[in-house]
Each structure stands twice: as structure tokens, then as C-alpha cells.
């Protein structure tokens, strides 16, 4: 058996692991799953029409992530340097 140098004779971390990412990605969306189920349980409060709807917290989470992801997106665009910045 040779042996192994650099990077693959250290076993990964085990966030970067494929299997524990998997798994994290299982876990996430069924406590997602979960917890927008348990809004058909929980009785909540509402004070307008809107946030009374059925997974409405959840659904306007990922609006809102999805659009501060598309606000960054376009915001880059105004704000980045040209690759040649410090060569000059």
C-alpha cells in the first residue's frame, strides 16, 4: 500500500462530507416540511388577511431570500472592480 500525500491523506471534515451533506439536506427539508404542516394544527393570531394563509411564513421566507439574493445580484453589478484593479 502507498502512501497517500497531501489533501487525501486527511480525511475530510465531516461538514464537506457528501453523505453528511445529504443528510443535512434531508433533516432541513423535513423539519421545513414539518413545520410548515404545523401550521394546519397551530392556531395563529393574524392581523391581516395575508399572514393568516397556509404556510404563509415559509413562503415569505423564500420570497424574501430570493429577492435579497437578486438585490445583492444587481447590486454587484454597480459596485465590483475591474480585474485590473491593483495591477494599476
Known sequence: MSEQTGRDAKELHWLVRPSTIRKLWWWSCGSLAVLTLADLVVHGHSYFWIDGTFGFYSWYGLLTCAAMVL?????????????????D
Open 71 to 87: 438585490f445583492a445580484k444587481g447590486l454587484g453589478v454597480f459596485l465590483k472592480r475591474d480585474d485590473t484593479y491593483y495591477d
